[in-house]
């Protein structure tokens, strides 16, 4: 199955496709194009989503919901197990559509693809898992115990960089919660959210289930802030940056709304006296380079033992050197292009800081003079005082800092606003215990002796401070898609009042 065939504009067995009337007709004539951020050449146009198509889609997904919150989660769970199914036959496609619009290297196109498949198969499992406690009552023949509701239509709102792994985290569980599902994805990378709304929408025809899962591309930002401001909608998952976050937690506050929140990264690896270089080496380059250095769990700082200073600069040095940049779907190359010209223009305005400031470019700093938005990764040996270390660049820039004692170390990496992900490469195991202590790292994230970045499904993925401090994929972030509900039976003949209160008329 070709990319094309993937996104429907041919078909080689149209038996096997949704029918026609699982797409609504666009109210509007307005036309987005994908652009391709290795040559800045039009991919495809869609057509984009007026106020009366997100009308249109939030009733079917209420309507939807009244009938999905009542079927049994196990069952919830096998219509996302065929969406899993159907994924894992189109990964070769689906992750080449991933490269080709978003811009990484297949082999981070196809690894995204895999942890929707990886996702699938947990909510599966976790769709028998939805427990609840149960809590002696005070009163005699009282049975108390919680269990957990759906929501009801949930959004999730998509970043460019991962443009179907983060909708998996988010819309699998939410569904086999009992919630249906309205997706905003990036307006950067339209197709390859249709690729996947084309394979739920054959996984609920081919089950029998309608308008669980939904799409719709806004025009412009008036209509995507209609699925914020909804009170219809109890739950926004946004993957994206601090300050636009910032703004959508506000709004949703205000009518009492519920959000899981993942924002901005700035990423530190410590690396002391008696790290494995072996290990940190390749991890710091993957954590720096991978995706173009626009993942929120991007290393940005490595902050290193003054001792090691020297020799691990070397070797970064070098292995940057090495680092081939080029067309992602070629497996020659190791990164690909930024987003658009506007990354570019930010690259380039860090660039132009760093050369103002103390701080030294090691490696790379320039533009690539090639079509694309291609730049080359960037190493800085910074002193520590300059204020871009503080914010995060979405573009291949790593800043090495120096340090003599572990605490100080951790006071620099824990110096960010942000608090997403973090590591320490050691063999000391009292200096691995302070780094996970209370004492140590403050992020949500905290390794020891692998990067900031690639992080399993299994665990809960979620941030602190300016991260936004939300939970998304494993552990018990299901919990962030349910409400709680506290339950009493009283089975006696009589009603005592807790605590003991008598309250006696007559």
């Known amino acids: 199955m070709d990319i094309l065939n993937l996104l429907g504009i041919k078909d080689e067995n149209p038996g096997s496709s949704a029918p026609e009337n699982a797409w609504s007709s666009p109210n509007n004539q307005k036309w987005l194009e994908s652009i391709n951020p290795s040559n800045n050449q039009g991919i495809a146009r869609i057509s984009s989503s007026g106020k009366a198509d997100y009308e249109e889609l939030i009733l079917a997904s209420q309507r939807a919901f009244k009938k999905w919150r009542m079927v049994p989660a196990p069952k919830r769970g096998e219509l996302v197990r065929r969406i899993g199914e159907l994924i894992r036959e189109k990964k070769d496609a689906l992750g080449s559509l991933v490269s080709m619009e978003m811009g990484k290297i297949k082999e981070e196109g196809d690894g995204e693809v895999q ?3 990886d996702m699938a198969d947990f909510a599966v499992g976790q769709s028998r898992m939805l427990y609840g406690k149960t809590m002696h009552s005070e009163r005699e023949r009282h049975r108390m115990y919680e269990q957990w509701h759906p929501l009801g239509v949930m959004g999730v709102i998509t970043a460019f960089n991962f443009p179907v792994a983060v909708w998996a985290w988010n819309a699998f569980i939410g569904a086999i919660a009992g919630n249906t ?11 390859c959210a249709i690729a996947v709304q084309r394979i739920c929408v054959q996984a609920m025809n081919e089950i029998g289930y ?14 995507a802030q209609m699925l914020i401001d909804d009170p219809r909608v109890p739950l926004i998952s946004f993957t994206g940056s601090t300050k636009v976050g910032r703004q959508i937690g506000q709004n949703v506050a205000t009518r009492f709304g519920k959000t899981i929140l993942e924002l901005s990264g700035n990423n530190p690896i410590i690396v002391d006296e008696t ?6 080496i390749p991890a710091i380059l993957f954590g720096a380079v991978g995706t173009a250095g626009q993942r929120c769990t991007t290393t940005r700082r490595v902050i290193i033992q003054k001792s090691l200073f020297k020799p691990l600069s070397e070797a970064l040095i070098t292995a940057y050197h090495q680092i081939k940049i080029g067309n992602p779907l070629d497996k020659n190359y190791h990164m690909g292009p930024l987003i658009d010209q506007k990354a570019v223009g930010d690259f380039q305005a860090v660039i132009k800081r760093i050369k ?10 320039k533009v690539v003079k090639a079509p694309g938005n291609f730049v080359e990764p960037t190493l800085v040996h910074a002193s520590g005082d300059e204020d871009f270390l503080t914010r995060e660049t979405f573009a291949p820039i790593l800043y090495l800092l120096e340090y003599e004692r572990l605490d100080q170390a951790v006071k620099i990496a824990n110096s960010s ?5 973090s590591s320490l490469f050691t063999t000391s195991l009292k200096n691995e215990e302070y780094f996970l202590s209370a004492m140590g790292s403050d992020c949500g994230i905290a390794n020891i002796n692998i990067g900031t970045s690639g992080a399993e499904i299994g665990g809960a993925f979620g941030g602190e401070k300016e991260t936004g401090g939300g939970r998304e994929s494993g552990s018990d972030a299901w919990k962030g898609y349910m409400r709680r509900q506290t339950n009493t039976i ?5 009603l005592p009042l807790a605590q003991g209160v008598r309250f006696d008329i007559g």
């Open 210 to 223: 309608k308008d669980i899962f939904g799409i719709f591309v806004p025009e412009n930002r008036l209509i």
């Open 356 to 365: 103002a400031s103390k701080a030294i470019i090691l490696s790379g700093g």
């Open 490 to 494: 009283n089975w006696s003949d009589s």
């Open 115 to 117: 942890e929707m498949i």
């Open 275 to 280: 790290a494995d270089l072996k290990l940190a």
């Open 417 to 421: 606003s942000h608090g997403l992900s």
């Open 181 to 191: 599902v309205i997706w905003k994805p990036s307006t950067k990378t339209p197709l």
